[in-house]
T-cell receptor, first 113, second 114 residues
């Protein structure tokens, strides 16, 4: 079945780059997403990538997609304390026609000053 | 402001006492969905609706009901809540599904069932 896996925790120093990794199983996924959840808040879409792309850059964010290995990563350059949050990877499409997003468990990013 | 509004944001209730979590969107979106978030499990879809009067089960529908009588509203009903329904619930909407149309999430409703 469809599954998305993420590591649960990442700690970095302010100013360093953060890389959050995600693997998925559905090879027919069409879109892959990164959402950010701050404490007590809903999910905020950070960025998404279409499955025929290898990379997408948006200011401090870089998304890399390796479709062969079903691996997605989110790189945050010059990480700030305001980036501390839970980051969810999600996939959509392929075998499901329900519009459902399959989410990973979420990676808690801790940014130390 | 374009948004998805959920109420209540926090609720503590007891086993068996029926409750409804409301969800309303002001973006004229056709697609609406409910998710629950549990530690270590990410978000899982409960129910979704492609349009008015069209609803269907997601991955974890047991113990829940929904209705979609109007485009803007998609309430989640727990007829007889149980402690295993203690969770953080999110409503989400988008223009249409599937594929690539961005889901907008509400702020979440934290439910505790004693």
């Amino acid at each position: 079945g469809e599954d998305v896996e993420q590591s649960l925790f990442l700690s970095v120093r302010e100013g360093d780059s953060s890389v959050i990794n995600c693997t998925y199983t559905d090879s027919s996924s069409t879109y892959l997403y990164w959402y950010k959840q701050e404490p007590g808040a809903g999910l905020q879409l950070l960025t998404y990538i279409f499955s025929n792309m290898d990379m997408k850059q948006d200011q401090r964010l870089t998304v890399l997609l390796n479709k062969k290995d079903k691996h997605l990563s989110l790189r945050i350059a010059d990480t700030q304390t305001g980036d501390s949050a839970i980051y969810f990877c999600a996939e959509e499409g392929g075998s499901s026609n329900t519009g459902k997003l399959i989410f990973g468990q979420g990676t808690t990013l801790q940014v130390k000053p | 402001e374009a948004q998805v509004t959920q109420n209540p944001r926090y609720l503590i209730t007891v086993t068996g006492k029926k409750l409804t979590v409301t969800c309303s969107q002001n973006m004229n979106h056709e697609y609406m969905s409910w998710y629950r978030q549990d530690p270590g499990l990410g978000l899982r879809q409960i129910y979704y609706s492609m349009n008015v009067e069209v609803t269907d089960k997601g991955d974890v529908p047991e113990g829940y009901k929904v209705s979609r009588k109007e485009k803007r509203n998609f309430p989640l009903i727990l007829e007889s809540p149980s402690p295993n329904q203690t969770s953080l619930y999110f409503c989400a909407s988008s223009l249409g599904r599937p594929y690539g149309d961005v889901l907008t999430f509400g702020a979440g409703s934290r439910l505790t069932v004693l």
